[in-house]
Nanobody, 125 residues
Framework: QVQLVESGGGLVQAGGSLRLSCAAS????????MGWFRQAPGKEREFVAA????????NYADSVRGRFTISRDNAKNAAYLQMNSPKPEDTAVYYC??????????????????WGQGTQVTVSS
């Protein structure tokens, strides 16, 4: 069974940096797509970034492109979200998700089968 465990969330000042980690287990993920999504209070869950495990092709939401970087470590079976220059509007619970197939690094949350429990990120101004 696939399990995803996020870590690295916390309080960060605007303009700082933070790296989220997603430890994955239960499968060999080289045929999977990994994604990060977020949900702020009172808002719908939204796409942040995705990476095709095998090719490392990536996709980003316009709101984070150029500031956030998604990556993966094959040896550690882990995915990461490097958050540089975060803004207060980036405050949310961040979720790691994965699903079989390349999905062209899709931004569609309903295509992802497996989800982590989330980690809170709070950006202070």
């Amino acid at each position: 069974q696939v399990q995803l465990v996020e870590s690295g969330g916390g309080l960060v000042q605007a303009g700082g940096s933070l790296r989220l980690s997603c430890a994955a287990s239960g499968r060999t993920f080289n045929t999977y797509t990994m994604g990060w999504f977020r949900q702020a209070p009172g808002k719908e869950r939204e796409f942040v970034a995705a990476i095709i495990w095998s090719t490392q092709d990536t996709n980003y939401a316009d709101s984070v492109r150029g500031r956030f970087t998604i990556s993966r470590d094959n040896a550690k079976n882990a995915a990461y979200l490097q958050m540089n220059s975060p803004k207060p509007e980036d405050t949310a619970v961040y979720y790691c998700a994965t699903t079989p197939g390349k999905l062209y690094a899709s931004a569609e949350s309903n295509l992802y089968l497996y989800w982590g429990q989330g980690t809170q990120v709070t950006v202070s101004s």
